[in-house]
C-alpha cells in the first residue's frame, strides 16, 4: 500500500472489509422502494423518499445511483442524498452523501444502520464519495456492509459534494454530518431501524467518535449503540510543534498543508503564506488530490518539501493554527456509548502519544473505552475483523471490556 493510498483513501477499510465481512447476498426480490423510472442509465428520484422535513437530517434530494449498481449488482438500494445537517459551531448548512440499504425482507424493527465514516479523499467539492460510481473506492466496502444485513449511511461531510468550506480534521462538524446522514437513510427509504452504530477510520475514524459524543443529545430519537474509532483524528495541535521545529514526518507534512488551506479557507485572518516558502509554496497543492498537482501524487510533492518550508513564520502564526485546533480537538464531551479505538505505534501520520493522551481524557470525562494498541502498527494496517466482531456485538448489545476502569 502506498502512502498515498493510505491518506487519501482514507485507512484502506474499503477493500480490506469487504474481504473480512462475510459474503451473504440477500435475495434481490420485489423493491418495496421501487425508484421512478426515467431514461435509460439515468438518475431519478427516490419515490419513497421524505422531502417534506425542515430539521436537521431532513431530505434536500434524494436520486438514485444507476451507475453504482453496475458496480455492485442490483443487490440494493442507493441513493445519493442532499441533506440538512449543522457545522461543529452549530450554524446550518447542506450536505450531501449516499444512503443504502438491502433490497431483500427487513427484519423485525427494520434494517440496523452503520454510518461508515471515510478517510481523507481530499477538501473540495469534487471529492465526495457520493458523486462517484466506485464511491471513490468506498463500494465495495460499502457492499459488503449492506450484505451482512446493514444499512449504511455515508455521508461525504460538509464542504464536499455540496456548497460550502470543509472544515478539514474538524471531528465534531464531520460527526454531526454522520449522525444527520443516519437521518437522512432513514428519511429516504422504509424499513429503517432507528439504532445505529459508527464505523470510521482516520478522519472518519475522528467523525465516529465525535459522533459517540454528540449522539445522545443531538439525536436522541435514535439509539445508539457504539462507535469503532481506527487511527482517529483526535488532536492535532501537536503538528504545530513539530512543524516548529522541524520534525513533521513526510505524511504529517501532507496532514499540515491540508489543514493551513482549509483554515484559510475558514478564517481571513489565516495567510496561508504565513505557513509555506521555498519547496512549501511551490508544492502549496500537494494537499489538494482531486485537482492535478504540478509534481505527482500528493506524497512525492510531499517529499520535495524541506521541513523549514512549512513552519509557521511567527509566535503568532503558530499560535493561531493551535488555536483552531484547540477547538476542533477531541474529545469535548461524555461519550453517548461505548467506543473501541485502535492505534498504531508507527503510524506516520499522528502521533500515538497523541491518541493515548485523548483517550485518556475521554475515559476522565466519562464513558466506556475499549482500546487496542499495536506497538508495531502504521496508520491502518489491520484487517478489521475484531473490530466489526466488536461493532455487531454492540448491537446485540453485548458485554464491553472498559479500558478506562
Excluded at 156 to 165: E, R, T
Excluded at 231 to 255: C, F, N, R, Y
Excluded at 332 to 353: C, H, K, M, N
Excluded at 367 to 385: C, L, M, P, Q, S
Aim: glycine letters at 12%; one cysteine or more; aromatic letters at 8%.
Amino acid at each position: 500500500m502506498t502512502r498515498r493510498a493510505v491518506l487519501w483513501g482514507g485507512i484502506a477499510a474499503v477493500t480490506v472489509v469487504a474481504v473480512v465481512v462475510a459474503v451473504v447476498w440477500f435475495s434481490s426480490g420485489a423493491s418495496v422502494d421501487e425508484p421512478e423510472r426515467g431514461s435509460a442509465g439515468g438518475s431519478v428520484r427516490v419515490l419513497s423518499a421524505d422531502l417534506t422535513g425542515s430539521g436537521p437530517g431532513s431530505l434536500v434530494r434524494a436520486m438514485t445511483m444507476p451507475g453504482l449498481h453496475d458496480v455492485l449488482e442490483r443487490r440494493m438500494r442507493a441513493a445519493r442524498v442532499v441533506y440538512r445537517s449543522t457545522s461543529g459551531d452549530g450554524q446550518p448548512t447542506v450536505v450531501s452523501g449516499s444512503v443504502f440499504t438491502p433490497s431483500g425482507d427487513p427484519p423485525n424493527g427494520g434494517w440496523p444502520v452503520i454510518a461508515f465514516g471515510h478517510g481523507t479523499t481530499g477538501t473540495d467539492m469534487s471529492c465526495a464519495p457520493s458523486s462517484s460510481d466506485s464511491l471513490l473506492g468506498y463500494a465495495d466496502a460499502v457492499g459488503a456492509l449492506v450484505r451482512r444485513g446493514y444499512a449504511v449511511a455515508l455521508a461525504d461531510y460538509q464542504g464536499i459534494g455540496a456548497s460550502g468550506v470543509h472544515p478539514y480534521t474538524d471531528s465534531r462538524t464531520a460527526g454531526l454530518n454522520m449522525i444527520d446522514a443516519v437521518r437522512a437513510l432513514r428519511a429516504t427509504f422504509r424499513f429503517v431501524s432507528n439504532r445505529w452504530g459508527a464505523f470510521g477510520g482516520s478522519q472518519g475514524g475522528g467523525a465516529a467518535w465525535a459522533a459517540d459524543e454528540q449522539a445522545r443529545t443531538y439525536a436522541p430519537e435514535l439509539k445508539f449503540v457504539g462507535a469503532v474509532a481506527v487511527s482517529p483524528l483526535t488532536d492535532l495541535t501537536g503538528l504545530v510543534d513539530k512543524a516548529q521545529h522541524g520534525t513533521l514526518t513526510t505524511e504529517q507534512t501532507i496532514v499540515f498543508s491540508a489543514i493551513v488551506r482549509s483554515l484559510s479557507r475558514l478564517h481571513p485572518e489565516i495567510n496561508r503564506d504565513d505557513y509555506r516558502r521555498g519547496t512549501g509554496a511551490r508544492n502549496s497543492d500537494v494537499d489538494s488530490p482531486c485537482s492535478e498537482p504540478e509534481v505527482g501524487s500528493p506524497a512525492d510533492a510531499a517529499k520535495k518539501i524541506e521541513p523549514d518550508d512549512v513552519a509557521p513564520s511567527s509566535p503568532v502564526a503558530a499560535d493561531r493554527l493551535r488555536h483552531y485546533l484547540a477547538q476542533w480537538a477531541l474529545p469535548q464531551q461524555r461519550l453517548s456509548a461505548p467506543l473501541y479505538v485502535w492505534y498504531g505505534g508507527t503510524d506516520p501520520f499522528i502521533d500515538p502519544s497523541w491518541t493515548a493522551d485523548a483517550i485518556s481524557r475521554a475515559c476522565s470525562l466519562g464513558g466506556t473505552v475499549a482500546v487496542v494498541f499495536e506497538r508495531d502498527k502504521g496508520h491502518g494496517e489491520i484487517n478489521y475483523t475484531d473490530q466489526f466482531d466488536w461493532l455487531t456485538n454492540r448491537f446485540a448489545d453485548g458485554p464491553v471490556t472498559n479500558a478506562c476502569a
